[in-house]
């Protein structure tokens, strides 16, 4: 979704140096979230935010920390690469879910990262 | 953690060949969603199940979920060329917090 904007699309850097990736929505929701994705591994949820105030481990945050600087702002970052954080990251954004419904979740074009 | 499994993992089709893939979980599931990735792209809600035994169609894509609501599938029929992606389907886990865990995905390659 174009409405799901991330910088950079890719990025090659050497092991130990500090990384940023940026995600801004357009969408006007809410909630926000930083996938990795690795070859036969899926998406694995890294961090996720449901509003400014509020900030989330999910299953993978070790080595990751993220900042929500605004409702459509949601940054992750890498305090020292290692070659193994290398893969596509990817941003999400979506509404509340209500019940037992979830809101479908809307992913931007990603981010490869490299890690030598 | 609460994983759901999706197999398979990969599946070649002669193009209009159908094509199944699964999603099935140990624990009963509040709702289920469906991904579609492009090679090379992000991935694509496609729809969400949500109601025991529950049938949507979307043209020549059929999803279901089972009547226990631990499982639920997606079936191609007549796959295209069009068809080539990563499927992956989302479950909520237990609880009231609405993030989703995504299986590993099915690869399928379609040949003309």
């Known amino acids: 979704d174009a409405d799901v904007t991330q910088t950079p699309r890719n990025r090659i850097t050497k092991t130990g140096k500090r990384i940023m990736l940026e995600c801004s929505q357009t969408?006007?929701?809410?909630?926000m979230y930083w996938y990795r994705q690795d070859p036969g591994l899926g998406l694995r949820l890294i961090y996720y935010?449901?509003?400014?105030?509020?900030?989330n481990k999910g299953e993978i945050s070790d080595g990751y920390s993220v900042s929500r600087q605004a409702q459509a702002k949601f940054s992750l970052s890498l305090e020292s690469a290692i070659p193994n954080q290398t893969a596509l990251y990817f941003c999400?954004?979506?509404?509340?879910?209500?019940?037992?419904?979830?809101?479908?979740?809307?992913f931007g074009d990603g981010t490869r990262l490299s890690i030598l | 953690g609460q994983q759901v499994m999706q197999i398979p993992q990969y599946q070649h089709v002669q193009e209009g060949e159908d094509f199944t893939t699964y999603c099935n979980s140990s624990?009963?599931?509040?709702?289920i969603q469906w991904y579609k990735q492009r090679p090379g792209g992000h991935p694509v809600f496609l729809i969400q199940?949500?109601?025991?035994?529950e049938v949507k169609k979307q043209k020549r894509l059929t999803f279901q979920f089972g009547e226990a609501k631990k499982n639920s599938s997606l079936h191609i029929t007549a796959t295209q060329t069009t068809d080539v992606g990563t499927y992956f389907c989302?479950?909520?886990?237990?609880?009231?917090?609405?993030?989703?865990?995504f299986g590993k995905g099915t690869l399928l390659t379609v040949n003309p």
């Open positions: 199940l949500v109601k025991s035994g």
């Open positions: 969408k006007g929701h809410d909630r």
């Open positions: 624990t009963t599931l509040s709702n």
């Open positions: 989302a479950r909520r886990p237990g609880g009231s917090n609405y993030k989703l865990t």
């Open positions: 999400a954004t979506s509404d509340p879910g209500q019940g037992h419904s979830n809101q479908p979740q809307h």
């Open positions: 935010s449901f509003d400014v105030k509020d900030i």
